[in-house]
Every structure is written in structure tokens, then in C-alpha cells.
Nanobody
């Protein structure tokens, strides 16, 4: 059994900051890439940022320079530091992890339950 649990969402004013966390737990052998996605009302889910096991990062153009993804491999946790937040960043944010379970030879993708981020004055 593998679980991803997000935390850190909430209501923030435009220009403010939030830090999301996502901890993976369970029978995990190794974790490859970890990422953050979001789904805004009436829109499809989109990639926000991803970080590989070696620390290579990639960001959506809309968040470059404002958001920073990082990970703590010892804690199986990925973070998303969000600065200069805009109303259009309002969405449910989901983390995912491409990982190999103990006893398995093939990677699989797991998702968290999502955390709401609302940017409004």
C-alpha cells in the first residue's frame, strides 16, 4: 500500500506565498520523478512542476520564476514553494510520484488526494 498525502493549501491574497508538501509513505522501494499538477474550475488538469530523482526540474511557463519545486529523498517528500501568487493560480493541487513498490520490478504512478489553493482578496 502506498499513500501520498498533500498539505499546505489554503486561502491567500494575491502576491502572497504558500508552501505545499506531499509525503509518500508505504512499501516504497524507490521514487523516480515527483510532480505537482493542478486543476482549476472548468479546466483540465495541467502540469505545474516536476523534479526527477537527480533533482532536474521542469516548470510550466505560467509559474516559472514564481514557483520552486524541491524534494527531500530521505523523507520521500516533495515541496512546492509558491510565491507571487495570482488569482489564476486558484486550483486543486495534486502531487504524484513515479515509484517502484517493494517486491515489484515495474514503476507505477500514484496520486495524492489534492489540496485546495485559493488566491483571492
Amino acid at each position: 500500500q502506498v499513500q501520498l498525502v498533500e498539505s499546505g493549501g489554503g486561502l491567500v491574497q494575491p502576491g502572497g506565498s504558500l508552501r505545499l508538501s506531499c509525503a509518500a509513505s508505504g512499501s516504497i522501494f524507490s521514487i523516480n520523478a515527483m510532480g505537482w499538477y493542478r486543476r482549476a474550475p472548468g479546466k483540465q488538469r495541467e502540469l505545474v512542476a516536476v523534479i526527477t530523482g537527480r533533482g532536474t526540474t521542469n516548470y510550466a511557463d505560467s509559474v516559472k520564476g514564481r514557483f520552486t519545486i524541491s524534494r527531500d529523498n530521505a523523507k520521500n517528500t516533495v515541496y512546492l514553494q509558491m510565491n507571487s501568487l495570482k488569482p489564476e493560480d486558484t486550483a486543486v493541487y495534486y502531487c504524484n510520484a513515479d515509484l517502484i513498490r517493494v517486491g515489484s520490478s515495474r514503476p507505477a504512478v500514484y496520486w495524492g488526494q489534492g489540496t485546495q489553493v485559493t488566491v483571492s482578496s
